[in-house]
């Protein structure tokens, strides 16, 4: 598999860079017949865009998606769809500082000894632009599972230390934070304005809620459906924790608690209670899936840190620019689109599960 | 990749289920002339087997694994090796309540949603025997990285709410439970008698650290390392978390806290601190790597628990039989076989990251 | 994807050496429910066992299958189907000559390029027994492609100059070649006992022809059915050339003889021709699927040949001991089998292709 | 695997219909550090670029490859490369007929039954102008493989029933045919002409020579180079036999007359034909490689023939338009991708086969 590539039978493919010419994915595997336009994607890039209140980078993009192909006559025709979103917003600037110091906290480092020499403008392809691509792929299987009766839920849980105490989810587009809590919301921005005076910035808490998933999807080894989820949204950057369900909490329950026990009613298997936050065994059960992303501050600051250039010479560097002081709500629709993209996977592969489902799909 | 395929270049497949004849796995593209006998596998495997204290099952395994192909005098040849472990205690007995009915939090439940039916001895392929393959697997990466300067060390972090205090590595082997700090795993012994009396049981943390990856392990996108250990692990059976480095702590630091300084000395760039877990981007930076697994409590318990048949009675069940109070200590070895599986087929996959490298080698 | 591994959602990893252990297969992505017992698979080996006719070397072996796993109450349970062949023909004796130097047309001297020494015992993992594997693997796909209609013929088409005339399905089981010409057999016959006077060795064509693939299978680009299915063909050693429908003979064909055009008749379309071989443009259209594999003469020959020895040594080889003097007969299965991987894989990517079928699975 | 993408450890991901805005090729998996411009590029697609002679297509177009990522300063960043085509001539027209009814030869019946619908534009993806982004990412291909020493020499091999009879590598860009022999291309051009005048098309064959190869690429069992390269090479559309070496030949050789006998000569092991074609046992040995590709005649004729339309009512299509009457000089430079993608792939793939270089590559 590609190393720019997710996905086994439904796969997206990203590429591009900050500050390059633009950034695109090409979503492969996507069913012919789904009704799709470029609006559909549109609507999921403006989660992520920048610019929408003054807790985010002032940087203006337009960010606006083109499909090139695999859609005709407004529907899908089963062929790759490739999206691109050009770079519009490149200020020509000089770089010097950047272009050979290793900022804490990023990939330079990394990038440098992987590569021998990294493209510097903006962070290059681990900028957090490179979600773009996700992003809109998100979209797509958005609407693939939207057909099929599955809903996301996605939203900040926290900021900094400003937990949600309530869940309201028609306030979680009302806020800049994506926080279903208005008074959370309310203190995560007095939070941030601290960081800000501070030169300095915040981590956060995303959740996301899947219903609708039908039971059966995951496999019950390498493929369990919670090691994919984790696989994906681990894969974002900035996140150094997932988990699933009652997460790093089980490790101190008991079974007796931790334990789902099921009840029949009306014909009807369902579980108790969730502890295990939708996928038993690594396969979906039916019930919601729960899943919950660590997302650590946004490590450009503005405040003096000590580093090195990468002939290792020890500096003193200041970072400014155009810079988010938390990415959380805006990374909130990437881990949604994330999820999306590993729950169609599933659903896809888990068709040739059973023998009897298989002759009744070719008639036979 | 096959659903039961972990890893692209450096790959496992395994298969064999709880009661079936045997369990085994297939390692497919490891390096020829790697030397490797039966006793290799077997420390590993000795490691995970039960019977070794009063805290683990009374099953009684000799779990001896035999190789069947890809090692020729006592070197791997660079084709597959399949190594097997016949199933030896498959005591014959009455499975009839557990045949139909969906013990909380198994899988059960999804297994018959998923496949239709299921092989209901002892857990079938969602038994945690299904981790000898994967243990057998990673007793080879190991053997790999050892040659290479990577080395392991993992252990039980907590058990219930009994964590470490302190940290002696070479107390890890000296206790029932793997952990690094004998006080708190006689603390632990206490608490998992009190868990057993009340026929009930316990979960905790695992913890991996890697020294000696080279820098520049792993992907910028998909492909991050990180998110690739978080995939391996979690596809461990009742593990419901993973974290990087800090973790989930992240969540509430500043950047100005978390960001790791670099500094020069002598000519090597090293970090002052690691809050990263020794991965920045998704790729290695040459510091140690630090990864944890949260494991939930054994869902096997023995009081009675609300349950439904697979016809949809509600029942009361009561697990007896050979159950770990905690799976924890048996557990940490798959964790670091997961991890070892996983920074191999990094490894190799780095190896065409750089022109000038790849010139080298093929000396052109 | 593992180097030793076949399929992406219906996948086979083969592994074992001729005078190993034992050599076996891992089939995963199996659907449950499917029946299956080891004389499904046993009845796929005979027809590869050698020992059958004066035409095939005299080695004894047993070659049966043992199911490990995978299999409950007599029907898959959709986990990986591991199945095992014991080596029980290991004559001890001394490789002397053939340890140390290079056979022509055989993996001797590319083997020792690769890896730096080689299992030289009766050919190591390129010896024609790691068929058995792939023979296995197919079995277990015939059986559920016959459960949709899906049919193979497969047989020898030509030995050496001696080509088939007529087509008489039910002699192809009659004789020792798998022709279906008696005359042609006969005739193969003599030209065999011919070679074998020469101590030289003959090659041949098997041809497969599979009805009942319904018309959709394959992708447009680099997953085109005949893609797919070449692979699967030239990956059987000895295989140098793979052609689908009229093949070579297009290259010097017109437009107008080579299309086959279409008609309808009582609402059904057919192709009045089928030059095509039943693939166009990748895809399956509905009519027979053709295709044949050019096999080369068995390279070991017992007359004198020119060679060197690892160390750089010009000498003369005659290669004793018991080989075939023609592969063709018995790997007429194994073409069948790789070529039964493919459509069984073919037809379960094809499950997501189109989202009104998707929804009607789901019952949305 | 996406179903448009190829390779594993060096991947191409192509997308684009012939009339949609855009073909391109995401390439992932290029080492860091190659010098990569757009004329690179643009080299090899003007070698498949139509109206070049009279017996192509009259379409014009400028098919200029535009790099969008992946490339800095000069050089290929280790990151996904992403070309883009723009389509500028597609003439808005009437595509009624071909819109509603099958072509023969084409695969507009089995897209339709594939996916319910197609776009019918000029092929949509199964259009030759698909190979666009085969060829920008074959051009990459080859620059990498030229820093290594290989080459490559590909070209027409036969026209109809003319055929070279000699082999002057030089003359092979001063036909229009691509042929490496002017007599040959002159007779070809004669009989193309008669073709046209009879509404016909004519077909052909395409040889691919590889010099340089190291020893060892290529894996012993699916994985065979040989088993690669017919998968590559199947896939381009029109190809419907690939051999290797001798390849069809080999069924009516003896052993004695098909096996490469080696000698040594001041310490070099040779060979002393070459009738394997540079592969044995699926893994290069260091000689050419030798490739032939068969391809079928353009299925476009404007004589009328017989076919259906998608309502099942017979017809007479005559199918005007700008068609090429052969396409196998355009297609050779698709075969060469097709092949260099193949090499590159298994050349990486092959580096972590032995443990001693694993070890000297990291250096311990």
């Not at 997932?242 to 329950?253: C, F, K, L, R, W």
Request: charged share 25%.
């Amino acid at each position: 598999m590609g190393k720019s590539t997710f996905g086994t039978n439904f796969t997206v493919t990203t590429w591009g860079e900050s500050h390059g010419k633009a950034l695109g994915a090409v979503i492969d595997g996507c069913p012919a017949g789904l009704p799709l336009t470029e609006e559909d994607i549109q609507k999921y890039l403006d989660r992520r865009k920048p610019g929408q209140s003054r807790y985010t980078t002032a940087r203006k993009e337009g960010d606006l998606a083109e499909i090139l192909s695999g859609v005709f006559e407004g529907k899908t025709t089963g062929t790759p769809i490739s999206i691109m979103v050009r770079n519009t917003d490149q200020r020509s600037r000089d770089y010097g500082n950047i272009a050979v110091s290793y900022r804490p906290g990023h990939a330079d480092y990394t990038f440098d000894q992987k590569y021998g020499f990294r493209d510097y403008r903006g962070g290059g392809r681990s900028s957090g632009r490179e979600t773009i691509g996700r992003t809109a792929a998100g979209a797509i299987a958005c609407k693939i599972l939207e057909e099929l009766g599955i809903r996301f839920c996605t939203y900040t849980r926290s900021i900094g230390p400003v937990s949600i105490q309530e869940f309201h989810p028609e306030e979680i587009s009302c806020n800049p934070f994506y926080m279903p809590d208005r008074e959370a919301s309310e203190k995560a921005g007095i939070y941030l304005e601290e960081c800000m005076k501070q030169q300095d910035s915040a981590g956060g808490v995303i959740e996301c809620r899947i219903t609708g998933v039908p039971a059966g999807l995951g496999d019950p080894v390498f493929g369990k459906l919670d090691a994919l989820l984790a696989q994906a949204v681990m894969s974002v950057g900035a996140v150094k924790a997932v988990e699933i369900g009652d997460g790093t909490s089980v490790a101190s329950m008991k079974g007796s608690t931790d334990n789902d026990g099921f009840y029949s009613e009306n014909g009807t298997i369902s579980k108790r209670t969730n502890h295990a936050g939708g996928i038993m065994g690594g396969i979906s059960d039916g019930s919601e899936i729960i899943l919950r992303a660590y997302v650590k501050p946004t490590p450009s600051i503005s405040q003096p840190q000590d580093t090195v250039t990468s002939s290792g010479e020890n500096i003193s560097l200041e970072i400014h620019g155009r810079h988010d002081p938390v990415i959380v709500p805006r990374a909130v629709v990437v881990v949604e689109a994330m999820c999306a993209l590993t729950i169609t996977d599933a659903l896809f592969a888990n068709m040739s599960a059973r023998m009897d489902l298989i002759r009744e799909f070719y008639r036979k």
